[in-house]
């Protein structure tokens, strides 16, 4: 992937340029993520706002506005704890994209000494790219007995990640400073 894209000027006539190879799709979620992450650093670290539903937390004094004094006086506090949120939201996304640029979460699930062949089946497929029946292998576990996967934590794991990339997608349109 190449991608070109000059510096912002004020007639907003930037001449953007994008190459995408066929290698680029093959883990695009990977490939984008290695974009993502460090655009969502930079977000995160030179951040002058928040989207406005974190901003909006009542109480503020403004000459016109007859709210309480309470609210007033606690305006600052719950701005501070939306704005909290906001880097805890900005956080789990980085998370998530990390993850995903990494793309070595998967081995801290594997116990053991993990020995696995690629076995010849008896059977032949239609591969749909070359229209020509080809062999199929079957991966086996050589180690059955000393090498064991925890499902249940890389589910938990994958679900983390989905959280920040659904995270993402809720505030795509707020990732602007």
């Not at 977000?43 to 989207?51: A, C, E, I, S």
Request: charged letters at 30%.
């Amino acid at each position: 992937m190449k991608v070109k894209i000059p510096k912002f000027n004020k007639n907003d006539t930037r001449k953007i340029e994008v190459q995408i190879e066929k290698f680029d799709t093959w883990n695009l979620d990977s490939t984008l993520a290695y974009i993502i992450l460090p655009a969502l650093l930079q977000l995160k670290n030179t951040k002058q706002g928040v989207p406005a539903e974190f901003a909006e937390v009542g109480g503020a004094n403004y000459d016109n506005q007859d709210s309480f004094d309470f609210y007033k006086e606690t305006h600052e506090d719950s701005f501070k704890k939306k704005c909290d949120e906001w880097d805890d939201i900005l956080d789990k996304m980085i998370w998530s994209f990390k993850e995903l640029a990494f793309n070595d979460w998967d081995s801290l699930y594997h116990h053991g000494d993990a020995k696995f062949e690629w076995v010849k089946c008896d059977e032949k497929s239609l591969n749909p790219a070359t229209n020509q029946m080809e062999d199929v292998f079957q991966m086996v576990d050589k180690n059955p007995g000393e090498h064991w996967f925890d499902f249940v934590g890389a589910q938990m794991h994958k679900d983390r990640i989905q959280e920040g990339l659904d995270l993402f997608a809720k505030y795509y349109q707020h990732l602007w400073d």
